[in-house]
C-alpha cells in the first residue's frame, strides 16, 4: 500500500496550486481521506478531510474558503485545490487515508491524525511573499 503526494512548488502569495493524492494498493473510494501539513518548527496540523463517497468535507478555519478538497474515483486520486495563498501556507503536505466509519464517528475524529490508517509522503508546498 502506497500513496503519494505531489504537486507542490514555489508559488507567489495570491496564487494557486492543486495537490493530488494517488495509490497503489488501497481503493480510495473506500476510504476517507483527509490532508495534514507541518510547517517548518511546527505540530503537524489538520488542513481538510473528505469522507467516503458524496459525504461531507471539513476544512481547518485557517484555510475554509481557499482549499477545496475534490476526489477521481476512475483516478484512485484525491486532490487539494488551493486559491489565495499565503505565506502561512507554507508547509510539507501530506495526504492520508483512514477506515471510513459511521457519520458520527467521522464528524467528531476527522481532524485527528491517528484516524488514519495510511499515509503518504509529502509534498512541500512554498509561497512567498
Known amino acids: 500500500v502506497q500513496l503519494q503526494a505531489s504537486g507542490g512548488g514555489l508559488v507567489q502569495a495570491g496564487g494557486s496550486l492543486r495537490l493530488s493524492c494517488e495509490a497503489s494498493?488501497?481503493?480510495?473510494?473506500?476510504?476517507?481521506m483527509a490532508w495534514f501539513r507541518q510547517a517548518p518548527g511546527k505540530e503537524r496540523e489538520f488542513v481538510g478531510a473528505l469522507r467516503r463517497g458524496s459525504g461531507p468535507t471539513y476544512y481547518a478555519d485557517s484555510v475554509k474558503g481557499r482549499f477545496t478538497i475534490s476526489r477521481d474515483n476512475a483516478k484512485n486520486s484525491v486532490y487539494l485545490r488551493m486559491n489565495s495563498l499565503k505565506p502561512e501556507d507554507t508547509a510539507v503536505y501530506s495526504c492520508?487515508?483512514?477506515?471510513?466509519?459511521?457519520?458520527?464517528?467521522?464528524?467528531?475524529?476527522?481532524?485527528?491524525?491517528?484516524?488514519?490508517?495510511?499515509w503518504g509522503q509529502g509534498t512541500l508546498v512554498t509561497v512567498s511573499s
Open positions: 492520508a487515508a483512514g477506515a471510513s466509519r459511521a457519520l458520527s464517528y467521522w464528524s467528531t475524529t476527522y481532524y485527528h491524525a491517528d484516524r488514519y490508517n495510511y
Open positions: 494498493g488501497l481503493t480510495l473510494s473506500n476510504y476517507d
